[in-house]
């Protein structure tokens, strides 16, 4: 079983659209939870990083983390055609020398 | 501020060769962590390196090795390169605050 999982989509919605991406996962130790988008040949680019469980919002994205479901989601609201790209998540221990990414949802927003 | 370069960009190699990809980390920044990522896959955790350390490991060989330098730069070596090695590899720098990483912009490495 990997440490992480994620449905690697494609995802494809209107523009405006609400999106929804999720992550399940194995370790229960893991601490931190971080959301990347990566554009096709870029490297990855953080959007948003959680401590423990809880929700943090950044403009027009959401982050969930439900520790006792060992679920994280990433909500993107009124979304644009340049959201489009490849959603990450990754996760890591609280001494953070070790991160474990998911396979990444490809997500098209049209416009 | 200067964000994380890597060099080369691209790279031919043929199996069993060796390589050297380098990695300047955003001014500032201690902590440099390198990933493989295949084709279609998330990157995959290589080794991090803090204060000139390695501080922690993924699962890959010996023959993925590293080294970070005082300025905080850093090479990440791959001894007897497999076809499998052919990836994009991902260099990422931070301060302390390790799960705040910023990537570079990758070299694409290809063996044959």
């Known amino acids: 079983q990997k440490e992480v999982e994620q449905d690697p989509g494609p995802l494809s919605v209107p523009e405006g659209a609400i999106v929804s991406l999720n992550c399940t996962y194995s370790?229960?130790?893991?601490?931190?939870f971080m959301w990347y988008r990566q554009y096709s040949r870029k490297g990855p680019e953080l959007l948003m990083y959680?401590?423990?469980?809880g929700n943090k919002e950044d403009g027009r994205f959401t982050a969930q983390v439900d520790k006792s479901s060992k679920y994280i989601s990433l909500f993107i609201r009124d979304s644009q055609p340049s959201d489009s790209a490849t959603y990450l998540c990754a996760m890591s221990h609280s001494t953070g020398n070790q991160f474990y990414f998911g396979t990444g949802t490809s997500l098209t927003v049209i416009p | 501020e200067t964000g994380v370069t890597q060099s080369p960009t691209h790279l031919i190699k043929t199996r069993g060769q060796q390589v050297t990809l380098r990695c300047s980390s955003q001014s500032g920044h201690n902590t440099v962590s390198w990933y493989q990522q295949a084709l279609g896959q998330g990157p995959q955790f290589i080794f991090q390196?803090?204060?000139?350390?390695?501080?922690g490991r993924g699962n890959f060989p010996p023959r993925f090795s590293g080294l970070q330098f005082p300025n905080y730069s850093s090479e990440l070596n791959v001894n007897a390169l497999e076809l499998d090695d052919s990836a994009l590899y991902l260099c990422a720098s931070s301060l302390d605050r390790v799960y705040e990483q910023y990537f570079g912009p990758g070299t694409r490495l290809t063996v044959t």
């Open positions: 370790n229960s130790a893991f601490q931190y």
């Open positions: 390196y803090y204060r000139e350390e390695e501080n």
């Open positions: 959680t401590y423990s469980s």
